[in-house]
């Protein structure tokens, strides 16, 4: 399986380090903004072609593409991609319209190609751990309250450096909760958003706060910031009717901060190389992915009604 990966910054080399763990797949070809940056990158992990422009990567002897490009540029890429006759994984989100993810689920059903995208909260052993249980009927979500907490008051990626682009918390890390509750606890039926202050030089808001309801009646509050100095990235309290549960990323701990075994949940104890795994595993079993773009437009059509309510439509 030859890959080409396009987004050579942070979290580029998330999915590059999780490649590598996987048998009989090779990354042929990277793609950045920079191409000497690019091929530095390309250097480190033993990567034959860089270039600056996907159009190139796709000429190249390649099955399928992974994107990590910036997020306004994520549906146009992937319909880019499928047009070229390639699988596509793109990062989370899929885009930063409700009509732009549309779109590409109309490509995706038009070429029958893979079109996976990375909501990677489905692969964390911790969120595996507790979906696993509510799967076999031996908990429910009541309530889930979660915290996404950066400090970005400047445009910097997680590596600290400068961004050619604006990150988003509705279209991006709310993306992540949206979907998660769905998956856990059903169909989300209600939504409300609430948003602070817009940031003078971005354009966005810095602070968030998002309710949701599902079909199950279970609720879930959201509460998201660029403004937060203190512990960073996100944490996911589950209160169930037989338990409560903490998760952060690939670990979980109970609700009195007992950590739960996880080394039997899956084959790795990383979310990004699981879900990479599946990606690799779709393609060569012509299944529908975990993920596919079909199983998680739902939270698109949520994002973009609260898009609408935001700003008064």
Known sequence: MKIALAGAGAFGEKHL????????VEVVSLVGRRLDATQAIADKYGIGHACTDLAEALQQDVDAVILCTPTQMHAAQAIQCMEAGKHVQVEIPLADSWADS???LRKQQETGLVCMVGHTRRFNPSHQYLHDKFTAGEASVQQM???????RRKNMNAKGEPRSWTDHLLWHHAAHTVDLFAYQAGPVVQANALEGPIHPELGIAMDMSIQLKAESGAICTLSLSFNNDGPLGTFFRYICDTGTWIARYDDLVTGREEPVDLSGVAVSSNGIELQDREFIAAIREGREPN????QVLPCYRVLGQ?????AGR
């Open 145 to 151: 309250d979660v915290q996404t907490y950066f400090f």
């Open 306 to 310: 609260l898009e609408e309510q935001l």
């Open 102 to 104: 549309e779109a590409v």
């Open 291 to 294: 993920s596919s773009v079909a």
């Open 17 to 24: 380090d999780g490649l590598k763990n996987i048998d009989g």
